[in-house]
């Protein structure tokens, strides 16, 4: 699996926009950028997925570099619930690479 | 969205004795599940790859007569930690794997099960 680089620890205010960013130079043309966040003493949960465009839901928006070596989460309004660990993670198509396997991830703290 | 619950939460087990750990997927059938383990401030690691109707695929180091998977169904999945001893107490978390549209899918997963071994 290619390889991410996230910042070990980001900080942000609440209801201000967070954005994460994440690394992925060596990503390759079938690869989906994953993202998916941790609350303290919780399974990881689902927040967004990509492959070339820019994709929104009700969670975030992920922004992806025309390269596609980079891609950028955004929280548009932190929130305290939003503090977590955040893994952007590469992930092959549906095919016979689907393992998800996390980094070290970006620690988001909120501040009120 | 969608559900994967695992039970139980949290248990507290004497060294020796094997513990069982369930994963379901509530409201999606999956072919493929996934197990993890997390020690304290420490990243995810993958343990297995559990498919239904077969064997499960262990990651490099990870022994599977230790970790016994059983996949029975299209929503359940089991990890047996057998002969536990306390360097096995650590978070345990699975995942489902479910088919979005076309050829992609995206794993859920369930909120774990803190294991204490004494």
């Known amino acids: 699996d290619a390889k991410t680089t996230q910042p070990n620890s980001m900080e942000s205010n609440e209801e201000e926009p967070v954005h994460l960013p994440c690394n992925h130079s060596t990503i390759s043309g079938t690869d989906y950028i994953h993202w998916y966040r941790q609350l303290p003493s919780q399974g990881p949960e689902y927040v967004i997925h990509?492959?070339?465009s820019n994709v929104n839901n009700r969670m975030a928006s992920l922004a992806i570099a025309e390269d596609r070596k980079s891609s950028t989460l955004i929280l548009h309004r932190a929130t305290l619930r939003d503090a977590a660990v955040y893994y952007c993670?590469?992930?092959?198509?549906?095919?016979?690479?689907?393992?998800?396997?996390f980094g070290t991830g970006t620690l988001l703290a909120v501040q009120p | 969205g969608a559900v994967v619950s695992q039970h139980p939460s949290r248990v507290i087990c004497k060294s020796g004795t094997s513990v069982k750990i369930e994963c379901r997927s509530l409201d999606f059938q999956a072919t493929t599940m996934f197990w993890y383990r997390q020690f304290p401030k420490q990243s995810l690691m993958l343990m297995a790859t559990?498919?239904?109707?077969?064997?499960?695929?262990?990651e490099q180091g990870v022994e599977k007569d230790k970790f016994l998977i059983n996949h029975a169904s299209l929503t359940l999945s089991t990890l047996t930690v057998t002969s536990a001893h306390p360097e096995d107490s650590s978070f345990y978390i699975c995942s489902a794997r479910k088919w979005d549209r076309g050829d992609t899918d995206t794993q859920y997963f369930g909120p774990g099960t803190r294991l204490t071994v004494l």
């Open positions: 559990s498919n239904e109707g077969s064997k499960a695929t262990y």
């Open positions: 990509g492959l070339t």
């Open positions: 993670i590469l992930r092959g198509g549906g095919g016979a690479t689907n393992k998800l396997i």
